[in-house]
C-alpha cells in the first residue's frame, strides 16, 4: 500500500533511518546496551509521543510508555530521568510524520526482540514487552497506519509531514547520543 506521502516520508528520512539502524546494529547486544537503548527510546517517546497525540488519537501510546518501563524494571534498571521533556511542536499533518517513525520502529523491534533475547538469554516478553508491542498484529497495525496516512493528500500537509518525521528521528538520535546508545558521528 504506497501513497506519494509514503514514498515522500521513506525518501526523506532514508539517510537518518540508514544511519540509526547501522548505528543500533554495530553495538554488540550487551544488557547495557539493552538497558541504555530501552532508556533512550523512552526519553524520545516521551518527547515525540505528546506532539502526535495533539492530532491523532492513539489508544496504544500509554501502553507504549508502560511497556519500556516494565522492560527496564524486568532488568532492574530504573528508567532513569522522567523530568519533564520539551515535546516537539508538531502542525496538524506533522503528527503523521511523528507517527510514521514510531509506527515503523515497531516493525523493527520484533527483529531487536530476537536479537537481545538471544544474546541476553532473555525468554521472549520477559523483557521485551516493549519491542513486541504488538506481536502478530505488527504487520495489520502498519498496514492499516499506512491506510490513514494515504488520506493525506496535501502537498503542503506531505511537507508538514515530512518535515516531523525528521524531527521525530533526530529526537531519536539525540536521545540515543545522549544514553550511550549511539555515537555522534
Do not use: K
Not at 553495538?27 to 523512552?42: G, M
Amino acid at each position: 500500500m504506497s501513497s506519494p506521502l509514503l514514498a515522500a516520508l521513506r525518501q526523506r528520512t532514508a539517510p537518518l533511518h540508514a544511519r540509526l539502524d547501522a548505528a543500533l546494529n554495530d553495538a554488540p547486544p550487551t544488557r547495557a546496551s539493552y538497558v541504555a537503548f530501552l532508556r533512550a527510546t523512552l526519553a524520545a517517546q516521551r518527547r515525540v509521543l505528546p506532539a502526535i497525540a495533539r492530532w491523532i488519537a492513539r489508544p496504544d501510546d500509554a501502553q507504549r510508555l508502560a511497556s519500556l518501563r516494565a522492560d527496564l524494571a524486568a532488568l532492574d534498571a530504573a528508567p532513569h530521568d522522567e523530568a519533564p521533556v520539551d515535546e516537539l511542536t508538531l502542525p496538524p499533518a506533522g503528527a503523521y510524520g511523528a507517527a510514521y517513525v514510531v509506527e515503523g520502529s515497531t516493525l523493527g523491534g520484533l527483529v531487536l526482540a530476537e536479537r537481545f533475547e538471544a544474546a541476553l538469554g532473555l525468554p521472549p516478553d520477559t523483557a521485551t514487552r516493549y519491542l513486541r508491542l504488538h506481536g502478530r498484529d505488527t504487520a495489520a497495525r502498519w498496514r492499516a497506519f499506512l491506510a490513514d496516512l494515504s488520506q493525506v493528500a496535501d502537498p503542503v500537509a506531505h511537507e508538514d509531514a515530512c518535515q516531523a518525521a525528521i524531527a521525530a528521528f533526530e529526537a531519536y538520535r539525540a536521545a540515543f547520543v545522549a544514553h550511550g546508545v549511539i555515537r555522534d558521528d
